[in-house]
Nanobody, 118 residues
Framework: VQLVESGGGLVQAGGSLTLSCAASGSIISISAMGWYRQPPGQGRELVARIIGNITHISNSVKGRFTISLDNAKNTVYLQMNSLKSEDTGVYYC??????????????WGQGTQVTVSS
């Protein structure tokens, strides 16, 4: 199962970006998808996760970020508004599900850089 992220880049504080992550491969079903991020010099932290119709948003981005899932496309989106410099980091997509080749899987994307200039 491969995850391909897109949409990262450089944006000014207060701006917006939308990240996308498409899962492909021998996927039977996806149970959850989400986004983590790793700020410079820090550990990886959960940003948002969606399991079925249930979403979890980190308190640090609540009210500014929205996660959504297109089940037909096996694609998860992260709409990021009112970006702050502390949102800078590498954003990683994750997916959990069932694959005809792997059985149950948990995959990570390669990461996409988001840089917010103040």
């Amino acid at each position: 199962v491969q995850l391909v992220e897109s949409g990262g880049g450089l944006v000014q504080a207060g701006g917006s970006l939308t990240l996308s992550c498409a899962a492909s491969g021998s996927i039977i079903s996806i149970s959850a998808m989400g986004w983590y991020r790793q700020p410079p010099g820090q550990g990886r932290e959960l940003v948002a996760r969606i399991i079925g119709n249930i979403t979890h948003i980190s308190n640090s981005v609540k009210g500014r970020f929205t996660i959504s899932l297109d089940n037909a496309k096996n694609t998860v989106y992260l709409q990021m508004n009112s970006l702050k410099s502390e949102d800078t980091g590498v954003y990683y997509c994750t997916a959990d599900g069932n694959s005809s080749e792997l059985g149950l899987f948990g995959s990570w994307g390669q990461g996409t850089q988001v840089t917010v200039s103040s």
